[in-house]
């Protein structure tokens, strides 16, 4: 079964503090990982994407992710966070097996940046 | 380009009404998804398509039903609706899912 993981419901950080935002998944075929963000009253807005190659991924807004087969992991982070970070952010998984195409999503972690 | 646009942004329904949520993208996409989101559980895969005329069932599929006669065209459709069906519904589109803005449905 694939199933995503994010223990972490809220994360609150000072301002121009850094954060990591935790991934942990599990599958038994490769699959491609995704980060998405979600401003209230929103859809959901792609961050950052592994698809395959160098497993440390840049993204938009300044954040990064590093994808570790090993830890089964795909943590999302940003050196200096701004008060326009705050939103919800979520770390998906797609893997494609025989014709197949199954999506899932962690439920969520709403970061709170304090000014 | 529009990107994709979800019609209506809200609704209202009684218990066994039937409604279609709109969904259209123009970007040629030939993958589009839909989901739906409950506080604290993340998103849901309700069905998706690989391309026109071709359909699948996502993780929820009970109570909906779609169809895909165009690649720019994913409606939703609700049957007889209950108010477990209370969420907010959100279309994407493309591998990389651009997603709509989605419609908060409630079913009262």
């Known amino acids: 079964a694939q199933s995503v993981t994010q223990l972490d419901s809220q994360v609150p950080v000072f301002e121009e503090a850094p954060v990591e935002l935790r991934c942990n998944y599990s599958s038994s075929v490769s699959v491609y990982l995704f980060w998405y963000v979600q401003y209230p009253n929103q859809g959901l807005q792609l961050l950052l994407k592994?698809?395959?190659?160098?497993?440390l991924v840049k993204g938009i807004n300044g954040f990064e992710a590093e994808f570790n087969k090993s830890q089964t992991s795909f943590h999302l982070r940003k050196p200096s966070v701004h008060i326009s970070d705050t939103a919800e952010y979520f770390c998906?998984?797609?893997?494609?097996?025989?014709?197949?195409?199954?999506?899932?999503f962690g439920t969520g972690t709403k970061l709170q940046v304090i000014p | 380009n529009a990107g994709v646009t979800q019609t209506p942004k809200f609704r209202i329904l009684k218990i066994g009404q039937s409604m279609t949520l709109q969904c259209t993208q123009d970007?040629?996409?030939?993958?589009m998804y839909w989901y739906r989101q409950d506080p604290g559980m993340g998103l849901k895969l309700i069905y998706y398509s690989v391309g026109a005329g071709i359909t699948d069932k996502g993780e929820v599929p009970n109570g909906y039903n779609v169809s895909r006669s165009t690649t720019e065209d994913f409606p939703l459709r609700l049957e007889l609706a209950a108010p477990s069906q209370t969420s907010v519904y959100f279309c994407?589109?493309?591998?990389?899912?651009?997603f709509g803005p989605g419609t908060r449905l409630t079913v009262l």
């Open positions: 592994y698809l395959s190659g160098s497993t």
């Open positions: 998906a998984v797609i893997s494609n097996s025989g014709g197949y195409q199954k999506v899932t």
């Open positions: 994407a589109s493309g591998n990389e899912q651009f």
């Open positions: 970007m040629n996409h030939n993958y």
